[in-house]
C-alpha cells in the first residue's frame, strides 16, 4: 500500500501523506513555479534520486534532485539538444520545450520532451543526452503536433525485466514510448535502434486512406501491467486500445460506456486485465460526460466496464484529467486522480468508493503514488 503522493502541478510540488483519518499535504516544494514531472524515489532504485522538472517560461526547463525524498533540492542540469543543422529541414526547433515525462530502471533516468527528443542520464540527473536513433530517424519528421504545437514523448513504459541484475546487458533492455502525435516507438536493445509499432491502430481525423499509418496515430497515454510486460493499454484519441504482444499489435475495446475518449489509463501491477480510464467529451469541450466524474474500470480485458462514481462529484463538474493525472499503487487497490481545475481525490477500494482530497489545488499536471 501506498503511503506517500506526489501532485506536480502549476504552482507547486505537493508532498501527500496518508494518515488514518486519510490523505493529507504535508509539504510544499517550488511553491509558485510549474513543476511538470516528477520521478519518486523509489526502494528498488537505491541511491538514484529523486528529480523534479519545472518549465519556468522565458527563464526555460530546469531540473532539480533530491537525496533525501524531497525534503532537500539541488539544481541539476537539465537535457539539452543537439545543435541544429543549418540546412535543416525538420520542422521543429531543435530547442527543450519542456519535459513531459519522467522514467526510472536500473538507476537510469528517462526524460521524454517537447519536441519529440529522449533523454538519458545515468548520474541522476547530472548530464543527459539524447537519444541520437530514435531523433536522428527520418520517420521523426512525420510526428505532428497533439495539443502542443510540437510533437512531445508523453510515455516511456520501461520493462521491469530490465531490473533483473542478470539481465542488465542493454543490448537486452526493452522499453516503449508514446508520441502525441506519432504513434508507439519499442527498442529491444536499450535504444539502439527503433520500431514504429502502432500496428493496428487507427486514427479517424485522418483521411480514409491514412487512418492506419501509424505515424498519424495521437496516443495519449500508454501504460504496462508491471508483472505482465506485454500487456499495454492506450487512451488514443479515437479511443482505447490494448496490446498483448508488448505492443506489436493493438486491438481496439469496444463498447466503452460513457465515453471512449479521455488523455489518461492507469493499469493494474498485478492484473493485466485490469485498468482504469477517466473519460471526457472529445475534442473541444473535454469535460466529463454528463458535468459528472467517473471512472471506469474493466477487470476482463476490455470486455466489460463499470462506471464509477460513488464519491465523485455528480452535477456541474468540469474536471479534466489529464495524461498523468492518474495513478495506481503497487497493491492495485490505491488510486490518486486530479485534475486540470485543481482536484484531488483518492480511493483505496480499486476505484469503487472515491473520497475528496483537495477542491483547491492548483492545476494538476501529474499525480504519482511512491512505491513502498
Known sequence: MSHRAWVATRKGLFELRRARAGWGISSVAFLGEPVSAVLPPDPAEPGRPMIAALNLGHFGVKCHAS????????????????????????????????????????????????????????????????????????????????????????????????????????????????????????????????????????????????????????????????????HLWCQHHNGIWRSTDAGGSWQQVTGVPVSDFGFTVAADPNDPSRAWFVPAVADQRRVPVGAALAVLRTDDGGHTFTALREGLPQAHCYDLVYRHGLDVGVDGRTLMMGSTTGGLWSSDDGGDHWQTVSTSLPPIHAVVLEPS
Not at 525534503?71 to 540546412?87: F, H, I, K, M
Not at 487512418?211 to 508483472?227: G, K, L, M, P
Open 67 to 230: 537525496d533525501d525524498a524531497g525534503r532537500n533540492w539541488r539544481e541539476v542540469s537539465a537535457p539539452l539538444y543537439p545543435p541544429q543543422p543549418r540546412d535543416s529541414q525538420d520542422d521543429v526547433e531543435w530547442k527543450l520545450v519542456q519535459i513531459w515525462t519522467l522514467a526510472g530502471n536500473g538507476g537510469t533516468v528517462w526524460a521524454g520532451t517537447l519536441p519529440g527528443g529522449l533523454f538519458r542520464s545515468d548520474d541522476g540527473g547530472a548530464s543527459w543526452r539524447i537519444n541520437e536513433p530514435l531523433w536522428t530517424d527520418p520517420r521523426r519528421r512525420e510526428w505532428s503536433g497533439g495539443g502542443y504545437d510540437a510533437p512531445g514523448i508523453h510515455s516511456i513504459v520501461l520493462d521491469p525485466r530490465n531490473l533483473d541484475p542478470h539481465k542488465r546487458d542493454p543490448a537486452r533492455q526493452r522499453m516503449l514510448v508514446g508520441v502525441s502525435t506519432g504513434g508507439a516507438w519499442a527498442s529491444d536493445d536499450g535504444g539502439a535502434s527503433w520500431a514504429s509499432s502502432a500496428r493496428g491502430m487507427r486514427a479517424d481525423y485522418m483521411p480514409p486512406e491514412h487512418a492506419f499509418d501509424e505515424t498519424a496515430q495521437d496516443v495519449h497515454r500508454i501504460v504496462a501491467c508491471a508483472s505482465s510486460a506485454a
